[in-house]
C-alpha cells in the first residue's frame, strides 16, 4: 500500500506531526516505539507506513533538532 513518498501533516489542535507513506487505514497495527512517537504497521509486512510525532510543537521549541527512533534512506521520487 505505501509508495514511497512522504506527506506530513501539523494538527495544531492535538500537536502532532503526522509523517504518512500512505494514507492510515484501519487494519494497521499502532506501536509506540519510544519517545512518545507512535508507528502504524502494515499488518502483513509489519514495515512502518506512517508516524505521529506526539507534543511535535513543544520539541521543536526544545531544541534544534528533532530525531525520531527510526532508519530512513533518502532518495528521488521517481
Do not use: W
Amino acid at each position: 500500500m505505501a509508495n514511497g513518498k512522504l506527506t506530513f501533516r501539523y494538527d495544531r489542535v492535538g500537536d502532532i506531526l503526522y509523517i504518512d507513506q500512505c494514507a492510515p487505514y484501519a487494519e494497521q497495527e499502532s506501536e509506540e516505539i519510544g519517545d512518545d512517537v507512535i508507528a502504524r504497521l502494515n499488518p502483513e509486512s509489519g514495515a512502518i507506513e506512517n508516524l505521529e510525532v506526539l507534543f511535535f510543537s513543544k520539541r521543536v521549541m526544545e531544541s534544534e533538532t528533532l530525531e525520531l527512533p527510526i532508519d530512513g534512506e533518502l532518495q528521488l521520487a521517481g
